[in-house]
């Protein structure tokens, strides 16, 4: 089993910056794709960005230019330096990994339990 522990959120004023992290733990063998997802009050959870294990970034239209997402394979880690907030990036962001656990294995996708970012002045 993998675990995945988001922090780093809280409230933050429009215009501001929060630096998100999501570290792994438990039995990981490797973990390739990595992500971050956000879900508004009575929103569908949106996909926000994700990284590949070779370091390879995509991002939501919504958050191209104001937001970057890294990740430290060493720590089993990865980042999402959100700046130039504004009040509809308010959300829950939850981060997700797949895993697999040998290298014969398909992989398994593990999900956050989601760290509360609030935009608002």
């Known amino acids: 089993q993998v675990q995945l522990v988001e922090s780093g959120g809280g409230l933050e004023e429009p215009g501001g910056s929060l630096r998100l992290s999501c570290a792994a733990s438990g039995r990981i063998f490797r973990i390739y794709n990595m992500g971050w997802y956000r ?25 191209k230019g104001r937001f970057t997402i890294s990740r430290d394979n060493a720590k089993n880690t990865v980042y999402l330096q959100m700046n130039s907030l504004l009040a509809e990036d308010t ?25 509360q970012v609030t935009v608002s002045s």
């Open 91 to 115: 959300a829950v962001y939850s981060c997700s990994a797949d895993h697999s656990a040998s290298p014969f294995s398909t992989t398994r996708t593990f999900w956050g339990q989601g760290t």
């Open 39 to 63: 879900q508004a009050p009575g929103k569908q959870r949106e996909w926000v960005a994700a990284i590949t294990l070779g370091g390879s970034t995509n991002y939501a239209d919504s958050v």
